[in-house]
């Protein structure tokens, strides 16, 4: 399993485990079971989310969890760290915050 068109990362190894489904901004994505939250969104598109004070594009920095800059949003608000947090089926994640949120 390669990563989608237009996907940042491209999986070579570990093709085998179980896939997971999940959403993002409301597309059915595939992931593998293991995946962080991070490694799921960025084998399906070429940028984690939308930076919050400009036009910008983030992908994550560090990696490990100490930057900040890899918090993405569920879709009832609560934000996760997605380089530390596995992804889950039926996750449903969002790129950018919601409008109606103050």
Do not use: Y
């Not at 940042?8 to 595939?30: N, Q, S």
């Not at 036009?55 to 997605?82: K, N, S, T």
Request: charged share 25%; net charge positive.
């Amino acid at each position: 399993m390669s990563g989608a068109a237009g996907g940042r990362l491209v999986r070579l190894a570990e093709t085998g485990r179980a896939p997971v489904r999940f959403l993002l901004d409301g597309v059915e994505r595939v992931a593998l079971a293991g995946d962080t939250v991070l490694t799921a969104i960025l084998t399906n598109a070429p940028t984690l989310r939308q930076a919050e004070f400009g036009p910008e594009r983030r992908a994550g920095f560090c990696l490990m969890g100490a930057c900040q800059d890899c918090w993405i949003w569920q879709e009832q608000g609560a934000r996760i760290r997605a380089c530390s947090t596995p992804v889950a089926e039926g996750m449903r994640l969002l790129t950018r915050t919601r409008e109606d949120w103050p």
